[in-house]
């Protein structure tokens, strides 16, 4: 047994005999390090696995600082006839190593960050191979992972510039001018921090990039949660790949959000097989090593993917064993020839797997692929949220609505402040009732608070409602570089949601958060309704010009007057007053008074019963119709206009009629959104309107209930733009506002709340649901509508519509004229009434009085439809009297509108049969809306006969077919009768003075009649007038005519 060992062991020996030894130098800052232990693993490591070659390190030391150093270690280095160079560990002085192994062309293999400049310009760095992931797309993973984050702004805080340039890629996020970066350098002299912390804690920003060296982080923190500036609504980034080496038990409890980054997986199989080898090698140095696997760094693990990636390399090589290394001497200019051969193979290896990951190269020597891990730092430790690689991107790992699961189990516990302002109906003061104590929420009441707590009761979490100190909604002030108002309070940390009217406004996008709008509006102008002047009694001549009105009564006039003429002077309205005979005369109905009558009827649109019918007076009615209907369709059309004038509102209809003048002043809420609009608007007419408003500062005001008690104490000389939530309010509460116009622009309300809210998505989810359900509808009808005296002025909204009714005031004019013109037809039926009192009283001889009474008594009998005829008192000695008296008699009965016989003689010798009286008086009977015939007095007496009796009718234009029936009828009576009365009138009318009257009358009757009697001077007037009345005298003439023929 013992000389089987011996053979072994003598075969090993042989067999190291045999195995080429390479030397590879390393060059670290200090001795006995961490990263030097873990590369002097890697190579025992790398011995024991590999059976082709072994390495021996030529391990040195030199400080990154002094480059002169370094230079002298590397030529040392290179003498040695090594066949690699690691190290250093410090970037910055790794051009020195990497240019002299470049010259002498002896593989450098490097594991810390470089800087990202353009590598095509280096070429003394085509030796070089860098396992630290490249760092152009180290800060595009990076930005990539912040972008994840959805922070609009932060704060990026660096400890020197290796770590800016590192995140130079992250300052290129978003646009700059709405979002800017604040950039803060950490100071170096110092580890006290606090007042660095201030600072940062004075500025908008609630997200905070914080990249320094790994063993500042913990002071750092501690002192910020000192400070409260570990919040729930502070977000930190630590982008530092050694981040998770820290005890950090300390932050598990802190509400902010505290992610990072790591290149490896402590829990991967290799990264334990490290920590082992290094446990047992420092077990065997007697000291006792307690590293654990989430506390070993980047640059060991790194160090150590290295030197196993060389030795991998070189066993693939087929040229290994050909390499002899050779002694190189930094003051000539010999290379090592088969170096570059080594570094182009392990170069051009394709996905080889290491501790760290997967390991690609560039044609620049620079790490292409590996893979961040983000992480954030929960109540149970650190938990990998996703991870990031260049060809993959961000990746999110686990269920996407983890996080959301979380915050909701969290919100069930939390109790919000709510902060907000006092403005109807948002906000209101509660009155409490009588020997009632309000304390807390029931302090007041309000849309605001109906919202929030039906949003709590959605997700079961209690609220505290609070006031903004100023009373402000959120203003940012470029001088001082602050905002006030309610986004104070949420920047501040002294508040977790802001609600009000608040605007979503650009700007405050920029300072806090929004859920999802809850109430949509836009800018409004609230002005004073119009004075409504009473209207006036006249209002309905107001159509028409003073100049118009005087014009229509002269061009009526005048057209009655012409009218009138050319009747008189066309042949075709000379009528025969007979159709049915020959004419023995011509008669023409175109008086004055029929004439005016006409006119009037067709301005009027009644038209008449008579009209023209020669060519030229049609032709002149014609006209006047056609001017009679474009006025009475004008008038029409005016009249509605003037009439509803007082109700179509004030001269100011929209936002350019008020920037147009300078008479009414118009301002807004100082610092509002509404002042924003204005300032920041590019329209020409808001412009003018800022530049008006901004000249005269007073017209500004600190709320809305102060403008509105400006527009009410204005007198029509304030308007106040606001917006179109809270008008509506105050117009629906208050009849004597009115909205001018539409909307101006369009915004929305929505709840503010700090940026990178744990509690965003649960609280714009209710949003949403309450939406759907109708609930924000109910609300906004309940607090505008219902409450505190809503809908009040829906009477007069509906009074100010397109359509509005006139009242009396409106139309009393035409009622006045109405009564007038009853009035003056009442007058002028009385005066008829008494002067037909008198002629019945001279007629009849009574007295005045008697008469009077007589007259009254019958006329109140209105159940009579009849009156009896009066006989005429008056003797007269002529026949000219008799047609005197007769034609006074018909002008009487004319106008009470009856069928009157008057008598100028004593007596009448009559031989007319009963029957046949009987027969007459029954067919003037049945005329009874025409003729009114009481009682027929026939006298018998033939010498008291002086003149036939007469029929007084109407005139011809009113004279109906049954009046000709009753005198076609008067002529069928018996012969002898005829004759008889005609003997007698023959004989008593005798005078040759009157042979051409009785001539006339001759012509006039179908049958023989007795000459009249002479006419007496007296009677010389009437017959002056005979043409005039010869209407008259031919409805005398036709009733004599009908007695005779009786």
């Not at 060059?27 to 696995?49: G, H, K, Y």
């Not at 119009?530 to 028409?544: A, G, Q, T």
């Not at 159940?863 to 009896?868: D, F, L």
């Amino acid at each position: 047994m013992f000389l089987l060992k011996l053979v072994l062991a003598a075969l090993v020996l042989k067999w190291s005999s045999c195995q080429p030894v390479f030397k590879v130098g390393v060059i670290f800052d200090e001795p006995n390090s961490e990263l030097e232990m873990a590369f002097n693993a890697s190579i025992e490591r790398a011995n024991v696995n590999e059976r082709s070659f072994a390495l021996q390190a030529i391990i040195t030391y030199a400080s990154s600082d002094d480059s002169f150093l370094m230079e002298k270690t590397a030529c040392y280095l290179a003498s040695e006839k090594i066949i690699a160079i690691f190290g250093p560990a410090n970037g910055e002085s790794s051009d020195i190593v990497a240019s002299i192994s470049n010259t002498f062309d002896i593989p450098h293999i490097t594991f810390d960050w470089t800087p990202s400049e353009d590598l095509s310009e280096k070429p003394f760095r085509g030796m070089t191979l860098n396992l630290h992931p490249d760092n152009l797309l180290l800060a595009r993973g990076i930005s990539e992972i912040v972008q994840s984050f959805g922070w609009r702004s932060y704060t990026l805080v660096y400890e020197k510039e290796k770590e800016l340039l590192q995140l130079q890629d992250i300052l290129q996020i978003g646009d700059p001018t709405s979002n800017p970066t604040t950039v803060m350098q950490l100071p170096s002299d110092t580890d006290d921090y606090r007042p660095f912390i201030k600072a940062i804690k004075t500025s908008t920003d609630n997200c905070l990039i914080l990249h320094c060296a790994v063993e500042k982080i913990p002071i750092i923190l501690k002192q910020a949660d000192d400070l409260k500036m570990l919040g729930e609504y502070q977000s930190i980034f630590i982008p530092n790949l050694d981040t998770h080496t820290l005890d950090l038990n300390a932050f598990y409890e802190v509400g902010a959000n505290i992610t990072t980054i790591r290149l490896m997986d402590p829990t991967d199989f290799e990264i334990k097989n490290l920590v082992r080898d290094w446990r047992d090698r420092k077990k065997k140095e007697g000291v006792h090593y307690t590293l654990e696997p989430n506390q070993v760094r980047t640059d060991m693990v790194l160090i150590s993917d290295a030197v196993a990636l060389f030795v991998k390399g070189l066993a693939e090589l087929e040229i290994v064993d050909e390499l002899k290394p050779v002694k190189l001497d930094c003051r000539r200019n010999r290379a090592w020839n088969q170096g570059r051969t080594i570094i182009e193979f392990i170069k051009a290896r394709i996905g080889a797997e290491t501790s760290s990951g997967r390991v690609d190269f560039n044609q620049y020597g620079q790490r292409s692929f590996f893979t961040l891990r983000c992480m954030e730092i929960t109540s149970t430790g650190l938990l990998d949220l996703a991870t990031w690689d260049p060809v993959n991107g961000f990746d999110l790992l686990g269920d996407d609505d983890a996080s959301d699961k979380r915050a909701a189990i969290k919100i069930q516990n939390k109790t919000f402040i709510i902060t907000s302002r006092l403005g109807a109906p948002f906000l209101m003061k509660r009155e409490a009732k009588e020997g009632e104590i309000l304390e807390g929420n029931a302090r007041y009441e309000g849309y605001s608070l109906d919202l929030i707590d039906a949003i709590a009761k959605f997700l079961n979490f209690k609220y505290i409602f609070e006031l903004a100190p100023d009373g402000k909604y959120g203003a940012f002030n470029k001088v001082t570089k602050t905002w006030d108002g309610l986004v104070k309070q949420l920047l501040d940390g002294n508040a977790d949601l802001g609600i009000c009217d608040l605007t979503m406004t650009s700007a405050r996008r920029q300072a806090v958060d929004f859920t999802p709008p809850f109430m949509t509006l836009g800018i409004s102008i609230l002005y004073m309704k119009p004075e409504v002047k009473p209207p006036n009694l006249f209002s309905f001549l107001l159509p028409f010009s003073k100049d118009v009105w005087v014009y229509m009564a002269t061009g009526y006039l005048g057209v009655s007057l012409l009218l009138f003429i050319l009747s008189r002077m066309a042949p075709e309205d000379w009528e025969n007053p007979h159709p049915c005979k020959e004419p023995e005369e011509y008669e023409n109905i175109w008086t004055i008074t029929n004439t005016t009558w006409l006119t009037m009827g067709s301005i009027m649109g009644q038209g008449c019963d008579i009209l023209p019918k020669a060519s030229s007076t049609r032709l002149v009615t014609g006209i006047w119709w056609f001017f009679a209907l474009m006025m009475l369709n004008s008038y029409t059309a005016n009249l509605a206009a003037f009439l509803t004038m007082s109700r179509m509102g004030s001269s100011i209809k929209s936002a350019e009629d008020l920037a147009a003048q300078n008479k009414i002043k118009y301002g807004a809420v100082y610092g509002g959104s509404t002042m924003s609009f204005f300032k920041e608007s590019n329209f020409t007419t808001y412009q003018r309107m800022w530049a008006a408003m901004e000249s005269d500062p007073s017209v500004f005001t600190k709320s809305n209930d102060e403008g509105k008690e400006r527009v009410l104490k204005g007198k029509r000389l304030y308007a106040y733009l606001m917006e179109s939530t809270s008008l509506e309010y105050l117009v629906e509460r208050d009849c004597d506002l009115v909205q001018i116009g539409g909307w101006l622009d369009y915004k929305t309300y929505g709840i503010a709340m700090p940026f990178n809210s744990p509690y965003r998505k649960q609280i714009s989810g209710a949003v949403l649901k309450l939406g759907e359900a109708g609930t924000l509808a109910e609300l906004k009808r309940k607090w505008w509508k219902e409450m505190h005296g809503g809908g009040k002025c829906e009477s007069a909204a509906a009074a100010s519509s397109d359509t509005p009714e006139l009242d009396l005031e409106s139309v009393g004019g035409v009622f006045l004229v109405l009564g007038l013109g009853l009035l003056c037809a009442m007058l002028i039926g009385l005066v008829e009434f008494l002067w037909n009192v008198k002629t019945v009283a001279v007629d009849e001889k009574l007295t005045l009085m008697e008469a009077l009474k007589v007259e009254t008594l019958f006329a109140l009998k209105f159940w009579v439809a009849t009156k009896p005829v009066h006989a005429s008192s008056a003797d007269s000695s002529s026949s000219s009297s008799s047609s005197s008296s007769s034609s006074s008699s018909r002008s009487k009965s004319s106008k009470s509108g009856g069928l009157s016989i008057s008598h100028s003689m004593k007596s009448i010798k009559s031989s007319i049969p009963e029957t046949v009286r009987s027969s007459v008086h029954e067919r003037l009977r049945k005329i009874g809306s025409i003729f009114s015939l009481k009682s027929m007095k026939l006298e018998k007496s033939e010498d008291e006969i002086e003149a036939p009796p007469v029929l007084a009718i109407k005139p011809k234009s009113v004279v109906t077919t049954e009046d000709k029936a009753i005198q076609i009828e008067l002529k069928r009576e018996p012969a002898e009768e005829q004759r008889h009365h005609h003997h007698h009138h023959h004989h008593h009318h005798d005078q040759p003075h009157h042979q051409q009257q009785q001539q006339d009358t001759k012509e006039k009757q179908p049958i023989e009649e007795p000459e009249p009697e002479p006419v007496t001077e007296d009677h010389h007037h009437q017959h002056h007038h005979r043409h005039e009345h010869k209407s008259r005298k031919r409805d005398s003439k036709v009733s004599s005519k009908s007695h005779l023929n009786v």
